[in-house]
């Protein structure tokens, strides 16, 4: 009976043991960031490794948003600085409250066709943690299908008001 | 398919390392209180892995019980004292289980526990890719936890709902959420796909019950795990309440075993409380217990044309539904090499369990009648979601029974087959049908709740859908991520056709009266044409403009 307790204390100790080592391999990528290790910023289509851009968008008349992908949750909160042709403007950032590892940032909008340096820099410290170089070609793409069309085309084209979906479903 | 699971698995535990290991230790805490109490009151003959693969399905019952409490404290209580002494009453729990099995405990207790941590492990990878938990259904649930979580000390409580709808999983998802902090859709997600690995464990018992099996009980988790798409399907459609009702229903299948009338009223009441169809399944299994006991009591002859008549009922229903094309989709997991395996393994054993055979085929007759009976003007009693996803529970219990003809090697080789069949055929990911949200809808929705001013209007995409026998529809129901407008901004949303013409003067004069300020435009085949608003400047304004997501202000409603 005490060898089979012995056996049940061993193993809980050799799980506790390995669990430590797990969780001290996942803290070991330390919640500090390498001042001298400026990653490259890619769209997250080419590469999530690191920081990417999700997607460029249009943000009222004359501003522009710059969506990025996390990636890692306990990265720095940042700020992006955009320059084209010299001219540098800031483009402070929000974390998706719904989904943190997402972030967004806005400011001035850049001409389409030129050239933009974008550096991301942590709110604390200033430091460079990450930079690269986009070229807008368009900040809207539509993103329907030519299906879609027809079949809106096809419809009815009178709307009648339902209400907001509520208790009914989903279904009980 | 399925060739990053494992680096999806991981990446998702590096990410989410601290929540996850919050929720298994909620899981493990639920899965103790319950372990103990049944090591306590069950008689000697159940073994260890029986109790604790029983009780890995009766975790919900005690997390739900202090979840409440923590959610009552909550209310009447500041934060920190409020939290307190909920940890307090659970490390009393905890402290009484552990007392109660210390040394008792055997090795036995093991490889269940095992198995379900390495489904836990193969489910995680789902969340790698999603944004925020699937299809419209989940916004709904989401919007439920944010009134739970947004009442602040009693002041502001209200019920979230506007009528009767079951809550249970909710207070969870609450109370976590208010010791974790973490994102709710985040907890959703990883809590969903934990339950899914939990929802076999429990046939453990049942099988090891019934047959004194352990290769049986393992052969019948892994039918349930990997045999069907069903039930890992569910989670893309957010059908959280309905898996987690499914632990507690086997729970009280096998609490029925244990004799223990308290545990048992309160695990129905439980179960119905998470899901209050819970109730209908409890009344098919009743019913079909019933059916078998007298059926037991028929002389041979007529027992063979009993059993004949329901066999021949069912496949009658079945042929039935495979010809409605609103029920159809209930079978198309379960037409596939594995139910035909199942059921030949459960005909070969008959003899053996005759009356144990007889009650899943009689669960399952009653459960496709329970889609054709109407519970109220819109309702019937069971509809196709819900079969869709439970039907895996009788026929694994069947394959598990089945198991005890076959020698150990071929069920063993047999367990592999269907092990490999799902990493090949089954998808671990999302499904496309369902992923309502993308990163750029995330942006645009969290830009909407800061700028957007707290009475505006927002149209949103929606279409009318059909769940049940009559072809009901379940009106205006979201198709794309438009449904996640109000839990998460706030903001009142206006469910509009997925077809509306807004170049159309008549569409016009209706937004202007119904004050629709503001319309939402996703990325999925049913989000409103992004193009046409560009073509009419003077009535509609691009806001805001992702590639996937934009946002419309309507304007010049007052310009005639």
Known sequence: MQKRYSMIGGAIAALLLAAFFVIRGFLGKSTEFQSQNVARIALCDDSDEDLCVISFGKNGADGMVIAFQLPRADYPAFQAIATNKGVENIYPCEAVASAPMIVYCTGAATPLGESLAIEIRAIEGNILIARGDFTLMALMVASSSSSFNAVIAADEKIIAPTPTPGAGYPNP | ?560
Not at chain 2, 98 to 118: D, H, N
Not at chain 2, 178 to 199: D, E, K, N, W
Not at chain 2, 417 to 444: E, G, K, M, N, W
């Open chain 2, 1 to 560: 398919m399925n060739n990053d699971l494992f680096a999806n698995s991981l990446y998702v535990i590096r990410q989410n390392w601290g929540l996850v290991l919050f929720l298994l230790a909620f899981i493990f805490w639920g899965t103790l209180l319950v372990f103990a109490f049944l090591k306590k009151t069950a008689p000697r003959q159940f073994s260890d892995s029986e109790l604790i693969a029983l009780a890995l399905g009766g975790w919900p019952l005690p997390a739900l019980l202090v979840s409440l409490l923590i959610i009552f404290l909550r209310i009447v209580l500041p934060y920190t004292p409020a939290l307190i002494l909920a940890l307090a009453v659970a490390l009393a729990g905890a402290g009484w289980a552990i007392r109660v099995v210390w040394r008792k405990i055997t090795f036995a207790f093991l490889p269940p526990v095992l198995f379900f941590l390495v489904f836990v492990f193969l489910r995680l990878g789902f969340a790698a890719e999603t944004i925020l938990p699937s299809y419209f259904d989940s916004a709904e649930h989401y919007r439920i936890i944010q009134v739970i979580l947004d009442s602040q000390r009693g002041i502001n409580f209200a019920w979230p709902t506007n009528a009767y709808y079951h809550l249970g999983y909710h207070f969870i998802i609450a109370a976590i959420n208010l010791i974790t902090r973490a994102a709710v859709g985040q907890t959703m997600l990883l809590f969903g796909q934990i339950v899914l690995a939990a929802i076999p464990m429990p046939l453990w018992f049942l099988i090891h019950r019934a047959t004194e099996s352990k290769t049986a009980a393992i052969f019948g988790v892994i039918l349930a795990a990997f045999g069907w798409f069903m039930p890992a399907h569910a989670v893309n459609w957010g059908k959280y309440p309905a898996l987690l009702s499914l632990l507690l229903i086997q729970f009280t299948l096998g609490v029925l075993a244990l004799k223990h009338r308290g545990l048992l009223v309160l695990s129905a009441i439980v179960s119905i409380f998470i899901h209050t169809r819970a109730a209908i399944l409890f009344g098919a299994c009743g019913a079909a217990w019933i059916a078998s006991d007298l059926w037991m009591r028929q002389p041979s002859m007529r027992r063979v044309m009993l059993a004949a008549l329901t066999l021949a009922m069912l496949a009658t229903l079945t042929l039935y539904i495979g010809g409605n094309p609103i029920l159809d989709p209930i079978l198309k997991p379960y037409w596939i090499w594995i139910t035909l395996l199942t059921g030949l393994l459960a005909g070969s054993v008959s003899p053996s369990f005759p009356r144990l055979t007889f009650f899943p085929v009689a669960v399952m007759l009653f459960m496709l009648i329970g889609l054709f009976i109407p519970a109220t003007s819109n309702l019937t009693l069971l509809d196709r979601p819900l079969v869709e996803i439970t039907l895996f529970l009788p026929l694994a219990f069947l394959g598990g029974l089945g198991a005890t003809r076959l020698p150990k090697f071929a069920v063993i080789a047999l367990a592999v087959v269907i092990v490999a069949h799902a990493a090949l055929t089954y998808d671990f990911s999302p499904s496309d049908c369902c992923q309502l949200v993308t990163r750029d809808d995330a942006t645009a929705l969290d830009w909407m709740g800061r700028h957007l001013p707290a009475d505006a209007r927002v149209g949103i995409s929606s279409a009318n859908l059909n769940f049940d026998a009559y072809g009901r529809p379940m009106l205006a129901a979201g198709v794309d991520a438009g449904i996640w407008v109000a839990p998460l901004t706030g903001r009142l949303s206006v469910p509009l056709p997925d077809s509306a013409d807004f170049t159309s003067q008549p569409t016009r004069d209706l937004l202007c009266g119904q004050q629709v300020t503001y319309i939402y435009i996703g990325s999925k085949a049913q989000s409103f044409d992004p193009n046409v608003f560009e073509t009419i400047q003077t009535w509609y304004d691009v806001i805001f403009s992702l590639p996937n997501a934009k946002i419309i202000q309507v304007i010049n409603c007052n310009v005639q």
